[in-house]
């Protein structure tokens, strides 16, 4: 099994919403904080939202704030990025990663397993 693996991708309109689910291994998550980033052509890759191990504890990027939402279920294994009022800024490849210690944070490098993507694509 991959150690993420995320869903939910796909085209909206400005306004719009979308849900994003990761599928993570209960070994490599157990105790580990979540996050979410992104990454638009030609630009780097930007950070969207964390969450920790317990799931009460979240921060997100300045660009989503308000508008996104991130959290987890780990009976299921699984974290969730509710998206809404969608921008067409927001069109990205957006990934799910898991950290390395038990809090979510911004820096790519504090997170070591990583999916392969789900793409949103925001559009009128």
């Known amino acids: 099994q991959e150690p993420t693996v995320e869903s939910g991708g796909g085209l909206a309109h400005p306004g719009g919403s979308l849900r994003l689910s990761c599928e993570v291994s209960?070994?490599?998550?157990?105790?580990?904080?979540m996050g979410w980033f992104r990454q638009a052509p030609g630009k780097e890759r930007e950070f969207v939202a964390a969450i920790n191990w317990i799931g009460d504890t979240t921060m997100y990027g300045d660009s989503v704030k308000g508008r996104f939402t991130m959290s987890r279920d780990k009976a299921k294994n699984m974290a969730f990025l509710e998206m809404n009022d969608l921008k067409f800024e927001d069109t990205a490849l957006y990934y799910c990663?898991?950290?390395?210690?038990?809090?979510?944070?911004?820096?790519?490098?504090?997170?070591?397993?990583w999916g392969q993507g789900t793409q949103v694509t925001v559009s009128s």
């Open positions: 209960e070994r490599t998550s157990v105790n580990k904080g």
């Open positions: 990663a898991i950290g390395r210690g038990s809090f979510g944070n911004k820096w790519p490098e504090n997170y070591h397993y």
